[in-house]
């Protein structure tokens, strides 16, 4: 009997070692595909930035788009923004080179018919990530200068209320994409949506009654006690332009 | 001393009786009776003289016919623009391309309400480009205490402390152009124009000061002032001010060697206004904005002026009184913020309207302290022209410890 539970545990410490054995080879070639693309990225990334500067790009994107691509890019440069793109997506190929290699050099296991449709779902959700998160940060900045300009007393409040939502909103499709948690994550979402506009919707209405019946108060006095040209009994007005 | 421009007063001057080159005057789009008044004035302006008058208004069913010496031109406009209460690409582009169809050797172009000049005003701006060898001639108006006041704070004192110019209204709308001036000024509309943007501003001054074209400053009074169709001062604050900023980003090649301070001007004693301006609601502004911007004017303002911003915060009404050097660095660090892109564009223009309220609002108590409202203007401009050496260091080495 203890002969057979020794070449049972034999057999199984062989076959997980030549498992290990035959893994190895995979991994090594997983990390010198990502080391290879990483440095194949950075060599492109840096003649790009070689090639778009002295092009001037930045200039004449500043130009001819005036706002929207260079407010979203790395210190506001374009180039950069190009750079970077290009790295990762070498960073991202090396990945997938390295999982099939893996996959090729591990006998017939199906690692990368598993693994390669969650990592294109894992940049997929980063990708999510960042542009949630930037969306959230412009929206709020919009909503509160807006807020402060319309002398809102609850800009500050309104903004932070734009800016969860839109977070909420990302995790939620970030979570769904990645098809993590399924039909909890909808009705999760579905509760803290409608949470934070219901709480938004009680605290300007109800909460912050007073403060919003004295905004609205000082906006009616304000167009009240604008002076009519026609009257000469008014005082001079500003004129800004 | 790199001083760009040589500014000459030829109001004084007087008209000379010979015809020495062909002017064009260029109007905007006027109703049928603003035409004639400004057609009359024309004539009465120059009645040795035959002009050019080209105008995009129909000329049909005219009652009364033009002055002799009018040869008016309708035409359509090449670029459209709907703009009408500031001169935009559109009309430099249009101007200049009629200018030279027209072999016309001078261009004056008029805004909107140009029935408003008196005759000896359109005069004095023709001539001084017809005979007194200025490229620009710009109108200097006589405006109330309490008008233009974006001109007054940040278009006047950063024009004249970056392009060293000395026009106290760089973005007037009545100007003359010498043929050179036009085409000059027409060349950078065109690139707009090319951009679909028929709308954008162009800074004359700035234009002439950086090609060291003369440049004159002609005195012609009270005017009405054309009004912007929306008066929502946040939107048409950051449209002029981010259109200011992006020709100083544009002209940073010059203006860093631009030296010079302007002799002081001789201005006059303005009566003061019959009755206190309300600055409750500015500085309601001010400070509602300083508890919720103060996260975003940290990203571009330094140390120094947010602590200045912070005392203003707690200042009585009365006494309230922002310093030219704090105003100054304020908008330094505007354009430099709007240069880098520190934060969004937008963002930035709109973060400017309170502090420009607090300013208006500091400007209204120091006059009714008994201060000429336009002493403590020049006074600005000079606190501009001192603070300029931070904004070359800063524009130069933007990274360095900021004060």
């Given at each position: ?241 | ?137 710009i109108a200097h108006y006589d405006t109330g205490l309490r008008e233009l006041l974006v001109n007054s704070g940040i278009l006047y004192p950063v024009s004249r402390a970056l392009f060293a110019a000395r026009p106290r209204f760089p973005l007037a709308i009545d100007l003359a152009l010498s043929l050179r001036m036009a085409g000059k000024l027409a060349a950078t509309a065109q690139k707009f124009i090319s951009l679909n943007q028929n709308d954008a501003l162009i800074w004359p001054v700035a234009e002439a000061a950086s090609v060291n074209y003369t440049i004159a400053e002609i005195e012609i009074g009270p005017r009405t002032m054309p009004q912007p169709a929306a008066s929502d001062l946040n939107s048409l604050l950051a449209q002029i001010a981010g259109s200011l900023f992006a020709e100083v980003d544009a002209k940073a090649a010059f203006w860093q060697r631009a030296r010079g301070t302007q002799p002081a001007r001789l201005f006059p004693l303005s009566a003061l206004p019959a009755e206190a301006a309300d600055i409750t609601p500015m500085l309601d502004a001010f400070r ?116």
């Open positions: 009997m203890w002969q057979q539970v020794h070449d049972s545990l034999s057999q199984s410490a062989h076959r997980v070692l030549f498992k290990l054995a035959s893994f190895l080879p995979g991994l090594v070639a997983l990390l010198v595909a990502v080391l290879v693309l990483a440095l194949i990225g950075a060599a492109v990334a840096a003649l790009l930035r070689r090639i778009l500067t002295s092009a001037k790009f930045d200039e004449r994107m500043a130009r001819n788009s005036p706002d929207a691509i260079s407010d979203w890019s790395p210190s506001g440069s374009p180039t950069l923004l190009v750079a970077r793109v290009a790295f990762w997506v070498c960073v991202a190929l090396g990945f997938i080179i390295g999982i099939s290699a893996f996959d090729a050099s591990s006998n017939g296991s199906q690692i990368s018919t598993f693994l390669l449709p969650y990592l294109t779902h894992s940049i997929g959700a980063i990708v999510l990530l960042i542009i949630g998160n930037l969306v959230a940060r412009f929206l709020e900045r919009s909503v509160l200068i807006g807020a402060v300009n319309a002398r809102l007393q609850y800009a500050r409040f309104l903004s932070l209320g734009i800016k969860w939502l839109v977070l909420v909103l990302t995790a939620a499709m970030i979570l769904d994409h990645l098809e993590i948690g399924g039909a909890i994550v909808e009705l999760a979402f579905g509760i803290l949506f409608g949470g934070i506009v219901l709480t938004l919707a009680l605290a300007v209405g109800l909460g912050s009654r007073d403060i919003v019946s004295r905004s609205l108060e000082k906006n009616v006095e304000r167009t009240e006690s604008a002076p009519d040209a026609d009257s000469p009994a008014q005082p001079e007005t500003l004129r800004h332009f | 001393m790199a001083s760009t421009s040589t500014n000459i007063d030829a109001s004084t001057q007087p008209a000379p009786a010979v015809e020495t080159g062909r002017l064009l005057v260029s109007l905007p789009l006027l109703a049928n009776g603003e035409l004639h008044a400004t057609l009359a004035n024309l004539a009465a302006a120059f009645p040795e003289r035959t002009i050019l008058v080209a105008t995009p208004s129909s000329l049909e069913g005219s009652a009364s016919p033009a002055p002799d010496t009018l040869h008016l031109l309708a035409y359509t406009p090449t670029a459209a623009s709907a703009i009408s209460w500031i001169l935009t690409a559109a009309d430099y582009v249009n101007a200049f391309r009629l200018a030279e169809e027209n072999q016309a050797t001078a261009c004056l172009l008029l805004g909107a309400e140009s029935q408003s000049i008196a005759p000896e005003a359109l005069r004095a701006l023709a001539e001084s480009v017809l005979h007194a060898d200025a490229d620009l001639a509602l904005a300083y508890t919720n911007l103060h996260g975003i004017w940290s990203l571009v303002l330094p140390p120094n002026s947010l602590l200045g911003l912070k005392r203003l915060s707690i200042m009585p009404a009365e006494s309230f009184h922002m310093p030219d050097n704090l105003w100054a660095r304020i908008v330094y660090d505007f354009i430099l913020a709007y240069r880098l892109r520190t934060i969004n564009r937008g963002h930035l223009l709109g973060a400017l309207t309170p502090l420009y309220l607090a300013w208006v609002a500091s400007h209204l108590v120091l006059v009714r302290s008994g201060t000429a409202p336009e002493k403590h203007i020049q006074d600005l401009a000079a606190a501009f022209e001192t603070d300029k050496p931070y904004l070359v260091s800063r524009w130069r080495w933007p990274d360095r410890f900021n004060p």
